[in-house]
């Protein structure tokens, strides 16, 4: 757990907040007013990968960006389950004791699948969707999508998940994990991480930092082997069976997709989003890779900025 006040020598310059409604210290930054923007992150990252999208999006709007459990300054608890479905939970419980409302969700990595489950059991709290190399996970159950003679790969055969699922086999998963602290820049560049100019000292202690000892990475061990075990399909039904599918694909969406994803194929998220949403933009981001936030932020935060205004 990183603490409150660290800035990273001023590169992460925001006041600390924290909400404690899920039994356990969850930081949030929240800058600006008016229109409330959450933005998601996902594994092996927290808030600071938003550094570059809080100045300019809380010009105009309200800007909270949670670290989720075991991740960046929230704390890391030693008596929770690290499964999808508390994750999804914990951040149900934050929205509602923020009491927010008409959320303009952000979302990469993690936070697709997050805001996905959410939307189905809330729908009232999604006003759009932004979603960068993410999915919401569930276009299967559309049965109105035109077929296509080509299909996409699965999920678990991109290069990050059959690193995963071979790792854990031979139980290498868990050595490298176990020290994230030192191995986080190359398991970033597994995932896809292709802005080596963004890598600094600050850079390199902002992510490193909330895996400093064993107990703190519990999170970000179990959040790749919810997939790899498949551990989420099954939250995800119960979500579909309260029958607001519809209402989640009549939110306006939009998708950037850096192409050079090695966690999820951009083919599968191109194809996923298009199934549910088939009127939502999709932008093409050639030289960007998974983490899209790194490599380009303004050029997604100029995407994100002009489909609010076309939206509202």
């Known amino acids: 757990m990183i603490p409150a006040h660290e800035t990273f020598n001023a590169?992460?310059?925001f006041e600390p907040h924290y909400n404690e409604v899920n039994g356990f210290k969850m930081h949030y930054v929240d800058e600006g007013e008016g229109d409330v923007i959450i933005c998601l992150h996902g594994e092996p990252t927290w808030g600071y990968l938003y550094r570059n999208f809080i100045p300019s999006l809380s010009q105009t709007h309200r800007v909270i960006v949670?670290?989720?459990?075991?991740?960046?300054?929230s704390e890391t608890p030693n008596n929770k389950e690290y499964?999808?479905?508390?994750?999804?939970?914990?951040?149900?419980?934050?929205?509602d004791d923020l009491e927010l409302k008409d959320i303009t969700f952000v979302a990469q990595d993690w936070g697709g699948p997050i805001t996905?489950?959410?939307?189905l059991r809330r729908p009232e709290l999604v006003k759009r969707f932004c979603l960068m190399n993410t999915m919401l996970g569930y276009s299967g159950a559309v049965r109105d999508a035109a077929s296509s003679t080509t299909k996409p790969p699965k999920l678990t055969e991109s290069t990050w998940f059959q690193w995963v699922l071979n790792s854990h086999k031979s139980g290498k998963y868990y050595e490298v994990l176990n020290n994230l602290g030192d191995n986080v820049l190359s398991l970033m560049k597994k995932l896809g991480f292709e802005n080596s100019t963004a890598i600094d000292d600050n850079w390199i202690m902002a992510y490193s930092m909330p895996f400093s000892s064993l107990d703190e990475t519990k999170a970000a061990i179990e959040f790749p082997l919810d997939v790899a075990l498949d551990r989420v399909s099954a939250f995800v039904m119960e979500g579909l069976k309260m029958g607001n599918l519809e209402k989640v694909r009549s939110k306006p969406a939009m998708l950037a997709e850096g192409m050079k994803d090695k966690a999820m194929p951009p083919a599968l998220v191109i194809s996923d989003f298009q199934r549910l949403f088939p009127e939502g933009p999709v932008v093409q981001i050639p030289n960007a890779g998974h983490f899209c936030q790194e490599d380009t932020p303004e050029t997604l935060v100029a995407?994100?900025?002009m489909f609010i205004q076309m939206t509202d």
């Open 66 to 73: 949670p670290d989720h459990m075991g991740f960046g300054k």
């Open 116 to 119: 996905g489950s959410l939307a």
């Open 11 to 13: 590169t992460f310059p």
């Open 303 to 305: 995407l994100i900025q």
């Open 83 to 95: 499964v999808f479905a508390t994750h999804v939970q914990n951040l149900i419980n934050f929205i």
